[in-house]
């Protein structure tokens, strides 16, 4: 059973540009979750997709946004960088949105300059 | 408005000996509780977790006790490793409409010391 992956690992990108992040969920899994989580912070929620519809967001940004495919992998992108975009960025995915275990993957690190 | 709480940043403890993390909740409407670990350049590790309508649950070394009417959580890792040295999450669960998410604690660093 593969777990959830993550790609890329480390990124750098200064203000005002673009990024996209991606993510396999977990075999089986219909569901997922994006979560932002700053230096000495916990995970904060950021939305969640299910079944390729987005079904709840957090407080951030429409320039935060998303995409589930098909095969139940995803997409965050963000527009238009702030500094304050620098984190970690987590993916989880869980069997059904009713599901309250959430997997993750590794994160993205994102430093925007 | 913080929902979750963990109030100590970290925690120190000898090899063998129990480890107790600590967690605090506003909301009584959260009807999970998870507690995850997380290595540096990891994400999150799931570790254990209680429904709302249990007071304890117990997985090998680690039990998490819940009570209810103090909104208080804990976790308990008897006895405690050095491959333990991690910082613990405490998550509150909650389904609201059709969206399953979890909200976090600041965590706490535990270093279990040889």
């Known amino acids: 059973e593969t777990g959830v992956t993550q790609s890329p690992t480390h990124l750098i990108k200064t203000r005002g540009q673009q990024v996209t992040l991606r993510c396999s969920s977990q075999s089986g899994h219909n569901t997922v979750s994006w979560y932002q989580q700053a230096l000495g912070q916990g995970p904060q929620f950021i939305f969640q997709?299910?079944?390729?519809?987005?079904?709840g967001r957090g407080n951030f940004p429409p320039r935060f946004s998303g995409l589930q495919f098909p095969n139940y992998s995803s997409e965050l992108n963000v527009n238009a960088l702030e500094l304050d975009d620098s984190a970690l960025y987590l993916c989880?995915?869980?069997?059904?949105?009713?599901?309250?275990?959430?997997?993750f993957g590794p994160g993205t690190r994102l430093l925007v300059l | 408005d913080q929902q979750v709480k963990q109030n100590s940043p970290s925690l120190s403890v000898q090899e063998g000996r129990i480890s107790i993390l600590n967690c605090d909740y506003t909301?009584?409407?959260?009807?999970?509780f998870l507690w995850y670990k997380k290595y540096p350049a990891e994400g999150p590790t799931f570790l254990i977790s209680i429904s709302s309508i249990k007071d304890k649950n117990e997985d090998g070394r680690f039990t998490v006790f819940l009570n209810k009417s103090a909104k208080h959580l804990s976790l308990h890792i008897v006895p405690s490793q050095p491959g333990d040295s991690a910082v613990y999450f405490c998550?509150?669960?909650?389904?609201?409409?059709?969206?399953?998410?979890?909200?976090f604690g600041q965590g706490t660093t535990l270093q279990v010391k040889p």
């Open positions: 998550a509150a669960s909650v389904l609201s409409g059709n969206t399953g998410k979890l909200i």
């Open positions: 909301n009584s409407m959260f009807d999970y």
């Open positions: 997709y299910y079944r390729e519809e987005e079904n």
């Open positions: 989880a995915s869980s069997l059904e949105y009713r599901q309250e275990t959430q997997y």
